[in-house]
């Protein structure tokens, strides 16, 4: 069964500072990855995908991640933070030819001014 | 284009009562989901259906819950008798066609359920 594992419940960063989310998953087969952020009361927003190809993936917001099949990772980076970042972020993998997405526990970010 | 559509954004029922959830997916996409996000937690696959028909229903706790799309564009998630641990976000997404590999998922703004 596919799994993904975001490590820290919670990080906290400085304006301008580096951002690191940590995803790793587990599947049996080629897994299709995705970053979704979350705002308050609101749905989630895709950021960037990984499907087939290139490893590196340039998101929206300036975020990208780097699919590393030998490390089963996915992790996502963004170089400055801003204070618009403070948001909670999912990772997912996509399961089987039907599309179900298993979800991380989520990553929610603190920006400090 | 108009983005995935939810009603209510939130209720609050006592436990026991009956609740529904509706959901107007993108014009166009076949493919509809229904997740729940339990608080602290990531969203969790309810159902799934390709026009009127189900995918996936596995998580579905069908002795409570049940979910329907008759003519293959809106939904309805129904829970009754609600549990105090139905408790949670419920989302609905919708994409264009996964099998055609049109696969991103596009989330509504959620219902916040409350069960006292």
């Known amino acids: 069964a596919q799994s993904v594992t975001q490590l820290g419940s919670h990080v906290s960063v400085s304006e301008g500072a580096l951002v690191l989310l940590r995803c790793n998953y587990s599947?049996?087969?080629?897994?299709?990855l995705f970053w979704y952020v979350q705002y308050p009361n609101q749905g989630l927003q895709l950021l960037l995908k990984?499907?087939?190809?290139?490893?590196l993936v340039k998101g929206i917001n300036g975020f990208e991640a780097e699919f590393k099949k030998s490390e089963t990772s996915f992790h996502l980076t963004k170089p400055s933070a801003h204070m618009s970042d403070a948001a909670e972020y999912f990772c997912?993998?996509?399961?089987?030819?039907?599309?179900?997405?298993?979800f991380g526990g989520g990553t929610r970010v603190l920006v400090k001014p | 284009e108009a983005g995935v559509a939810q009603s209510p954004r939130y209720k609050i029922i006592e436990k026991r009562q009956s609740v529904a959830f509706w959901c107007n997916p993108i014009?166009?996409?076949?493919?509809l989901y229904w997740y729940q996000q339990i608080l602290g937690q990531g969203p969790k696959l309810l159902i799934q259906?390709?026009?009127?028909?189900?995918?996936?229903d596995s998580q579905l706790p069908k002795d409570r819950f049940s979910a329907e799309r008759l003519k293959g564009v809106d939904s309805t998630l129904k829970i009754q008798p609600a549990k105090l641990e139905d408790s949670a976000v419920y989302l609905c997404?919708?994409?264009?066609?996964?099998?055609?590999?049109?696969?991103?998922?596009?989330f509504g703004p959620g219902t916040r359920l409350l069960v006292l």
């Open positions: 014009s166009g996409h076949a493919t």
């Open positions: 599947s049996s087969v080629p897994p299709y």
């Open positions: 990984y499907t087939t190809g290139a490893t």
């Open positions: 997404a919708s994409s264009f066609n996964p099998m055609a590999g049109q696969e991103t998922q596009y």
């Open positions: 259906f390709q026009n009127n028909g189900v995918v996936d």
């Open positions: 997912a993998v996509r399961t089987g030819g039907g599309n179900k997405l298993t």
